[in-house]
């Protein structure tokens, strides 16, 4: 079993920038992709942004431009550089891997808030 831990939430101004990092444990050597989502209150979970094992990263139209992914799956983590950041990104966010076998594992969430 893989267990996720996010970090690097908080209180931001708007316009700052804030990295969350994800951390994978347990049996990790079959993660090939790690990604964010988040939610707002009262609101859908979507997709934010993507990273491969071959280094691809896919990153969701609302926050193009602005977020970047990368991960290190031989650290089995995977961080998420916000810039720009709007009181819209004000959401809980939330890291997931996949694993060889079609499992999928969530953390618990990090809170951010954009706010002055």
């Given amino acids: ?46 997709f934010v942004a993507r990273v491969n094992l071959d280094g691809d990263t896919t990153i969701g139209d609302s926050v193009k431009g602005r977020f970047t992914v990368s991960g290190d799956f031989a650290k089995n983590t995977v961080d998420l550089q916000m810039t720009a950041l709007k009181s819209e990104d004000t959401a809980v966010y ?20 954009v706010s002055s």
């Fill in 94 to 113: 939330y890291c997931r891997a996949y694993v060889f076998g079609g499992d999928i594992y969530w953390g618990h969430g990090t809170q951010v808030t």
């Fill in 1 to 46: 079993q893989v267990q996720l831990e996010e970090s690097g939430g908080g209180l931001v101004q708007p316009g700052g920038s804030l990295r969350l990092s994800c951390v994978a444990s347990g049996r990790t050597f079959n993660i090939y992709t790690m990604d964010w989502y988040r939610q707002a209150p009262e609101n859908e979970r979507v």
